[in-house]
């Protein structure tokens, strides 16, 4: 049989150099992108050539694949040379177009969240008044949350319905009032403390409801503290933040850890003349010392000896009601137009 391989051989080298001079002239990247396809393509010449494979004998075939492989790689190799040296030409020619000497656009410096800026004002007159700042786990145990606060296993506050439950048990702090017994396991008596902090419940978030909320827990914990000074510091603490204006009521009411414990009412021109209620408050339950002891293995909160007040502050609404907002949501969308106009 008479071999076709010569012809085959110089119809490859005709077809390298038809091809690489197609390339070296694509002028851009279309015209390169219709070289690939006329060359490499599924019906491109390369293609076809290797068709031609058919006809020839077991002994020619991998001589010429070979060949026509090393087309193939070649071709590829100068189509993707040229792809990068005209991307870097038209890279080069679009920023020749920049005027480099025109000032820049400044970007935007950003602004304290309305939160922030009310913690940093509550964090300052607290400071004032000797309160350093403690802090707590947002991922809590049922002990710190519960348990050690005098709240027991059939509280409504543990029900499944009111509280992020993690598979382990723990869940997302329904309060920072589990900050106090951390406070007191670690540091004997005195104490006292801020705590500003996340606080999450299962609430349907609406106009004024969030799941995650922000509070601020404060203990008081010496000998012979008393309810004068709860109400002293409290008041203290609303006529800086508000002006000297400033009413306050304390009204009657129930929380497992304190005894008595009161919810905290405010009226102020500031926020528009009307009661708000704010907070809770109260002399911390001798029960709850007991329990830190038992965790301790000491006596360091005998209640005997000590006596302490603690608060608990929702900042949200305080927030809301500072700068006038009507919806809480607005706290946590990060809108800038609403953001922005509360620069510090
Ligand atoms: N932890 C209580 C709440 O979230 C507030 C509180 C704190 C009450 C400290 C008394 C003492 O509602």
């Known amino acids: 049989m008479e071999t076709q391989t010569p012809a ?8 390298r150099i038809e091809a690489l001079s197609a390339i070296a002239e694509a002028s851009d990247a279309l015209a390169l992108k219709e070289a690939r396809v006329r060359y490499l393509g599924k019906t491109g010449s390369v293609s076809l050539l290797s068709e031609g494979m058919r006809t020839l004998s077991k002994e020619e075939r991998p001589v010429m694949g070979k060949l026509l492989n090393d087309l193939r790689t070649t071709v590829t190799a100068a189509l993707d040379e040229k792809e990068s040296v005209l991307t870097i030409q038209a890279d080069a020619a679009a920023l020749a177009s920049i005027d480099t000497s025109l000032p820049g656009t400044a970007p935007g410096a950003g602004s304290l969240h309305p939160l922030t800026l009310l913690v940093d004002r509550a964090v300052q007159i607290f400071r004032r008044l000797g309160f350093a700042i403690a802090d707590g786990p947002d991922i809590e145990s049922e002990w ?6 005098n709240t027991p296993a059939d509280h409504p506050a543990r029900n499944e319905q009111d509280t992020f439950y993690l598979p382990d048990g723990r869940l997302l702090r329904t309060h920072t009032s589990s900050i106090q017994i951390r406070t007191m396991v670690a540091n004997p008596p ?7 902090g996340a606080a999450y419940r299962r609430d349907e978030v609406d106009a004024t409801h969030l799941a995650q909320f922000t509070q601020m827990e404060g203990l008081y914990v010496a000998p012979s503290v008393s309810l004068a000074d709860l109400k002293g510091t409290i008041e203290f603490f609303f006529r800086e933040l508000f002006g000297a204006g400033t009413e306050i009521r304390f009204r009657p009411h129930f929380f497992p850890f304190t005894e008595p414990s009161y919810e905290i009412d405010l009226r102020t021109e500031a926020l528009g003349g009307k009661w708000m209620e704010l907070a809770g408050c109260g002399m911390v339950d001798p029960a709850v010392f007991e329990e830190v002891n038992k965790k301790r293995g000491d006596n360091a909160y005998d209640p005997e000896k000590v006596s302490g007040f603690a608060f608990g ?3 949200d609404r305080l927030a809301m009601n500072l700068t006038g907002v009507s919806d809480i949501r607005m706290l946590t969308e990060n809108d800038l137009r609403f953001l922005s106009r509360f620069t510090a």
Request: aromatic share 8%; glycine share 4%.
């Open 313 to 315: 502050f929702g900042l």
């Open 190 to 196: 005195p104490i006292r403390i801020i705590a500003p």
């Open 8 to 15: 085959l051989s110089s119809q490859i080298d005709q077809l």
């Open 144 to 149: 710190h949350c519960f348990d050690a606060l």
